[in-house]
Nanobody
Framework: QVQLVESGGGLVQAGGSLRLSCAAS????????MGWFRQAPGKEREFVAAISWSGGSTYYADSVKGRFTISRDNAVNTVYLHLNSLKPEDTAVYYC???????????????????WGQGTQVTVSS
């Protein structure tokens, strides 16, 4: 089992940047594929980015490709999401998620993940 805690959200102007972090408990973090999702008010939770257990494979939603970067540091049990060129439509609560797997195929659906953090708010002003 793994517990996830996100941080790094905040209020930023359009065009700005943020770095979100997701710290995981436990000694088996490297066994987990990780994902970032977001949910805006009144909308369904949507896939943002995913990374395989080793960090060797990454995947992005078309809406964030070229602007966001997912990475992980297994030595400190943390996955990151770098958000650049932010737009007002990026405003949402951002969640990290974990699934214990060595498979490298992308996990884009929320139901493919077993563990979730509590979320961190990102607000982009125009």
């Amino acid at each position: 089992q793994v517990q996830l805690v996100e941080s790094g959200g905040g209020l930023v102007q359009a065009g700005g940047s943020l770095r979100l972090s997701c710290a995981a408990s436990g000694r088996t973090f490297s066994m987990y594929a990780m994902g970032w999702f977001r949910q805006a008010p009144g909308k369904e939770r949507e896939f943002v980015a995913a990374i395989s257990w080793s960090g060797g494979s990454t995947y992005y939603a078309d809406s964030v490709k070229g602007r966001f970067t997912i990475s992980r540091d297994n030595a400190v049990n943390t996955v990151y999401l770098h958000l650049n060129s932010l737009k007002p439509e990026d405003t949402a609560v951002y969640y990290c998620a974990a699934e214990r797997t060595y498979a490298t195929a992308p996990r884009r659906r929320p139901d493919e993940y077993d563990y979730w953090g509590q979320g961190t708010q990102v607000t982009v002003s125009s």
